[in-house]
C-alpha cells in the first residue's frame, strides 16, 4: 500500500496505471477473502447466492460460502478513490479509471465451483458456491494491460479522455490509460523514482526483461565468480529426515555496468 501512497506524486506514466490498478485488486481481494473467513463483523458470504439456479450441466443448489467481491469493490472504491474525488485534474481522472480497472478485473475471474451429492459420488445433487481465483490471475490480466496501456489527454470539459495519438484505438473502460510518457529507467533519477539499473544481477542466458541483454541497456555487465555453499547428496535417514553435506562450488554472478560519466551527465 506504500507505493500507492507514494506514486500520486510521480509521472503518471503505464507504471504508475498499473501501480493503481494492482494496488485497487489487491484491496478487493484482500477485502473478499477476509468476509469469507469470517474476519471481518460488517460483511460474511455473498447475500445473493441462494436458493436454486441452472447453467449448462443442469439445476443446482447455491449453497458453501460464496465469496462476497461485490462488497469487496464497494468498499475499496470507497476507500481508494475518496483522495482523488477532492482533485479534478488530469491525474486524478487517470487514478480513477485505473482504479475502476484494478476492482473490476479481481470480479472477471469468480469461478463457479461445486460439490456433488448422490451415491457414488453420482452428482444427482449438485451445491456450487462463487469463489476467487487464485490472484496471479488478476495480476497476469492487468500486467497484459499494462503491455496495452493507452496514451490519453484530458478532454475540454474534464469530464473524460481522449486518445492522445489519433492513429490508435480509443481507450475502452478496462484498458490501462496513462498520460506522459516512461522516465528512462535505464538510468539513476531520483526526480522520476528511477533507481537505475547499474548494479544489478542479470540472467546471462535469459533474454526476457530478467536477461542481461535488456536490463543492462546495452551497457554490458560484469562477472564475478563467488563461492557458494549448497546443500548436496541428500539421503533420507529411517525414521524420518533429510540429512546433507554441505558443498562449496563456484558461480558466476553478473551484473549490469554502470553507466559512463558522460552519459549520466547528460540525464541530471
Not at 481465483?133 to 495480476?139: A, L, Y
Not at 539513476?188 to 548494479?199: E, H, I, P
Not at 560484469?222 to 562449496?248: G, H, L, N, S, Y
Amino acid at each position: 500500500m506504500s507505493s500507492w501512497l507514494t506514486t500520486r506524486s510521480c509521472h503518471g506514466s503505464r507504471e504508475a496505471a498499473f501501480v493503481y490498478a494492482i494496488s485497487s485488486a489487491g484491496v478487493v481481494y484482500a477485502l473478499t477473502r477476509a468476509c469469507s473467513q469470517g474476519e471481518l463483523k460488517m460483511c460474511n458470504c455473498d447475500p445473493q447466492k441462494r436458493g436454486r439456479a441452472n447453467d449448462e450441466k443442469g439445476e443446482f443448489d447455491w449453497g458453501g460460502c460464496s465469496d462476497n467481491v461485490n462488497y469487496g469493490i464497494k468498499f475499496a472504491k470507497a476507500f481508494i478513490d475518496a483522495k482523488e474525488r477532492t482533485v479534478r485534474d488530469a491525474r486524478a481522472l487517470m487514478n480513477l479509471h485505473n482504479n475502476r480497472c484494478g476492482r473490476t478485473a479481481v470480479k472477471r475471474f469468480m469461478n463457479m465451483e461445486c460439490k456433488c451429492h448422490g451415491v457414488s459420488g453420482s452428482c444427482t445433487l449438485r451445491t456450487c458456491w462463487m469463489a476467487l481465483s487464485d490472484f496471479r490471475k488478476t495480476g497476469d490480466y492487468l500486467r497484459r494491460k499494462y503491455n496495452g496501456a493507452v496514451e490519453v489527454t484530458m478532454n475540454q470539459d474534464g469530464t473524460g479522455f481522449a486518445v492522445a495519438n489519433k492513429a490508435f484505438r480509443k481507450a475502452t473502460k478496462n484498458d490501462l490509460v496513462y498520460f506522459e510518457n516512461s522516465p528512462d529507467y535505464c538510468l539513476q533519477d531520483k526526480a522520476a523514482g528511477s533507481l537505475g539499473t547499474a548494479g544489478r544481477v542479470c540472467n546471462k542466458t535469459s533474454r526476457g526483461t530478467d536477461g542481461c541483454e535488456v536490463m543492462c541497456c546495452g551497457r554490458g555487465y560484469d562477472t564475478t565468480r563467488v563461492m557458494q555453499i549448497t546443500k548436496c547428496e541428500c539421503k533420507f535417514k529411517w525414521c524420518c529426515a533429510v540429512e546433507c553435506k554441505d558443498c562449496e562450488e563456484a558461480v558466476d554472478i553478473h551484473t549490469c555496468k554502470a553507466p559512463k560519466r558522460a552519459e549520466w551527465l547528460d540525464k541530471t
